[in-house]
């Protein structure tokens, strides 16, 4: 079975930082596809940042770019999302996911998700 925790969530003011991290388990994500997806109230789920978890590559939605970084601890089974200048828009439920076949953009592809923390950001 595999779980996926994320935890590092919380409140900030505009311009404050804080480093989400997603704790994954139960089997190996080697060459997989580890996401972090975002829900505001009223929105769809939107992808936000992903990562190769064997190879290193990432991909970022338009609106993080420069502010956010995705990184992932092949030892710990543990994946990042360090969020610095955050904005107010940028208050959502953040999940953590994982795909059997790669990265993507679309929530589709992810087999596996956490219970989501939260995000919110004070102007």
């Known amino acids: 079975q595999v779980q996926l925790v994320e935890s590092g969530g919380g409140s900030v003011q505009a311009g404050g930082s804080l480093r989400l991290s997603c704790a994954a388990s139960?089997?190996?994500?080697?060459?997989?596809?580890m996401a972090w997806f975002r829900q505001a109230p009223g929105k769809e789920r939107e992808f936000v940042a992903g990562?190769?978890?064997?190879?290193?590559?990432?991909d970022y939605t338009d609106s993080v770019k420069g502010r956010f970084t995705i990184s992932r601890d092949n030892a710990k089974n543990t994946v990042y999302l360090q969020m610095n200048s955050l904005k107010p828009e940028d208050t959502a439920v953040y999940y953590c996911?994982?795909?059997?076949?790669?990265?993507?953009?679309?929530?589709?592809?992810?087999?596996?998700w956490g219970q989501g923390t939260q995000v919110t950001v004070s102007s």
């Open positions: 996911a994982a795909s059997l076949g790669g990265l993507f953009r679309s929530s589709f592809n992810y087999n596996y």
């Open positions: 139960g089997r190996t994500f080697v060459g997989r596809g």
């Open positions: 990562i190769i978890w064997g190879g290193g590559t990432t």
